[in-house]
Nanobody, 116 residues
């Protein structure tokens, strides 16, 4: 069974920083690309960042380029999202997603709230 568990969310002030983690289990983590999605209240789900299986290539949404960094530790089977210079519009539920061959698997999501 594929398992993806996010952690590290919470409340942060504008301009602050936060790091999300996603611990994976139930599949060969190092063979697959990983993604972070987010969904803000009243908005559609959007892709935030993606990383290839060994971390050789990354992609980011224009809205987070220069502020967010996606990374992975295949030994620990963990995906990370380092977020800096946070803005009000970054408030959302963030999801860890495994891009397996047949289908994508999603974590339950974790809340990030940016508020003064």
């Amino acid at each position: 069974q594929v398992q993806l568990v996010e952690s590290g969310g919470g409340l942060v002030q504008p301009g602050g920083s936060l790091t999300l983690s996603c611990v994976a289990a139930g599949f060969a983590f190092s063979l697959y690309g990983m993604r972070w999605y987010r969904q803000a209240p009243g908005k559609e789900r959007e892709l935030v960042a993606a990383i290839t299986n060994f971390g050789y290539s990354t992609n980011y949404a224009d809205s987070v380029k220069g502020r967010f960094t996606i990374s992975r530790d295949n030994t620990k089977k963990t995906l990370y999202l380092q977020m800096t210079s946070l803005k009000f519009e970054d408030t959302a539920v963030y999801f860890c997603v495994a891009a397996l061959d047949g289908m994508d698997y999603w974590g339950k999501g974790i809340v990030v709230t940016v508020s003064s």
